[in-house]
């Protein structure tokens, strides 16, 4: 399998499959597309069908967008079990993980993911709102569905991987979660998904390449 990805320092839907392979255990070629260039969308039309990043290429299938290529991976994949195995907890699984690919658009518009990046900045009331939305989410779905170990569902999930790059936006732009109705669970889940090994290896690769 390839995945073409873009700047890892930026790129939030390529990081979300990438972490979802990692994590799977399974092996893939990596494709670097670099991002905010002049002759970037050109470069990446070459390869993507949807003229945009990421793609993932297994044999003589091509599918682009996150999301389905993380649902592609679950089913080609199953013994590494991305989605949790009770139905119920699956289905409200995926619904937040669809609420973060479609949804907090005043969050991304306000809050781009740069990773190396560190500022504090006064969040207006739609970017609150969606603050808000999603820390009651987090703590709704660990205290319902998160015994069974630190991630959103107890065990490492494909909803972990799209909230990943929101942990990222929270961290560099100093987001006060208290300030939003935490009580502690959000901020825990936050520091976990941002002390993934496989984050902080995306992390390190993202500033050696901003480094060149």
């Known amino acids: 399998m ?3 990805i873009g700047t890892k320092a930026w790129s939030t839907w390529s990081l979300r499959p990438w ?3 990692k994590h799977a255990g399974a092996p893939f070629e990596e494709m670097l597309m670099a991002l905010r260039w002049e002759g970037a969308s050109a470069a990446i039309s070459a390869v993507s069908p949807s003229r945009k990043v990421p ?3 297994d044999g003589e299938v091509v599918v682009w967008d996150s999301l389905a290529i993380s649902e592609y991976l679950a089913e080609k994949l199953p013994e590494a079990q991305l989605w949790p195995a009770d139905p119920a907890v699956r ?3 995926r619904a937040a993980t669809a609420e973060m690919h479609s949804g ?3 969050l991304r518009n306000a809050c781009p993911m740069d990773l190396a990046l560190r500022t504090e900045m006064e969040l207006d009331e739609a970017v609150s709102a969606d603050v808000r939305r999603i820390v009651e989410l987090w703590k709704a ?6 015994k069974g170990g630190p991630w959103l569902f107890g065990k490492w999930s494909i909803a972990d991987a799209f909230y990943a790059p929101v942990a990222t936006r929270f ?3 100093g987001v006060d979660l208290a300030a939003h109705g935490d009580d502690g669970t959000a901020a825990l889940y936050n520091l976990t998904l941002l002390n993934d090994a496989h984050f902080r290896q995306w992390e390190r690769e993202a500033i050696i390449d901003q480094a060149d």
């Not at 779905?141 to 998160?146: E, F, I, M, V």
């Open 2 to 4: 390839q995945l073409i």
């Open 19 to 21: 972490l979802v392979l």
């Open 55 to 57: 793609v993932l290429r």
């Open 91 to 93: 289905a409200v699984a």
């Open 104 to 106: 907090f658009g005043a």
């Open 141 to 146: 779905c660990r205290s319902k569905h998160g």
């Open 171 to 173: 961290r560099t732009y």
